[in-house]
Antibody, heavy 120, light 108 residues
Framework: EVQLVESGGGLVQPGRSLRLSCAASGFSFDNYAMNWVRQAPGKALEWVSGISWNSGNIDYADSVKGRFTVSRDNAKNSLYLQMNSLRTEDTALYYC?????????????WGQGTLVTVSS | EIVMTQSPATLSVSPGERATLSCRASQSVSSNLAWYQHKPGQAPRLLIYGASIRATGIPARFSGSGSGTEFTLTISSLQSEDFAVYYCQQYNNWPPATFGQGTKVEIQ
């Protein structure tokens, strides 16, 4: 059974940093691309970042480019999102999401999410 | 960036009736489109990929169609567990892999 468990969310002040983690199990983690998708309160899903199976292909939504960094450790079956210079508009539930392929295509499994609140 | 536009924003349907949800892309995404179901407090669930291919375990009452810029998700006979928000997502041109703004299917 595929399991994706996010952690690291919390309350943080604007301008500060936070690192999200996602522990994956139940599949061959190093064979698949991974994504971060967020949902702000009352808003739609927003794709944040994607990373290919070998970290060779990485990209970001314009809204987070230059502030967020995605990475993965295939030996630890883990995905990360380093979030710097956080803004109030980054407040959202952040989902770790498994892609169906080695590069970003469609998402076939999602975690339950971790809540990030940016507020002074 | 490709913009995905879903309509209607809210669809009121009675159980047992058919629901038809639309998704339009601002430029062609070929058949590189997925549909997801999202219920409050739960993780989203993949329904359809490749515009028309049902994901594993998805009931046959869910069907997807379309290509290019116009797509449709049809739920042939709504069950109580189908009331949720539905999102389309294109993955033809990324970044970003854009989502639509969602269609909420509610009980009439």
């Amino acid at each position: 059974e595929v399991q994706l468990v996010e952690s690291g969310g919390g309350l943080v002040q604007p301008g500060r940093s936070l690192r999200l983690s996602c522990a994956a199990s139940g599949f061959s983690f190093d064979n698949y691309a991974m994504n971060w998708v967020r949902q702000a309160p009352g808003k739609a899903l927003e794709w944040v970042s994607g990373i290919s199976w070998n970290s060779g292909n990485i990209d970001y939504a314009d809204s987070v480019k230059g502030r967020f960094t995605v990475s993965r450790d295939n030996a630890k079956n883990s995905l990360y999102l380093q979030m710097n210079s956080l803004r109030t508009e980054d407040t959202a539930l952040y989902y770790c999401a498994k892609d169906s392929s080695t590069t970003v295509t469609w998402i076939d499994y999602w975690g339950q999410g971790t809540l990030v609140t940016v507020s002074s | 960036e490709i913009v995905m536009t879903q309509s209607p924003a809210t669809l009121s349907v009675s159980p047992g009736e058919r629901a038809t949800l639309s998704c339009r892309a601002s430029q062609s995404v070929s058949s590189n489109l997925a549909w997801y179901q999202h219920k409050p407090g739960q993780a989203p669930r993949l329904l359809i990929y490749g515009a028309s291919i049902r994901a594993t375990g998805i009931p046959a009452r869910f069907s997807g169609s379309g290509s290019g810029t116009e797509f449709t998700l049809t739920i042939s006979s709504l069950q109580s567990e189908d009331f949720a928000v539905y999102y389309c997502q294109q993955y033809n041109n990324w970044p970003p892999a854009t989502f639509g703004q969602g269609t909420k299917v509610e009980i009439q």
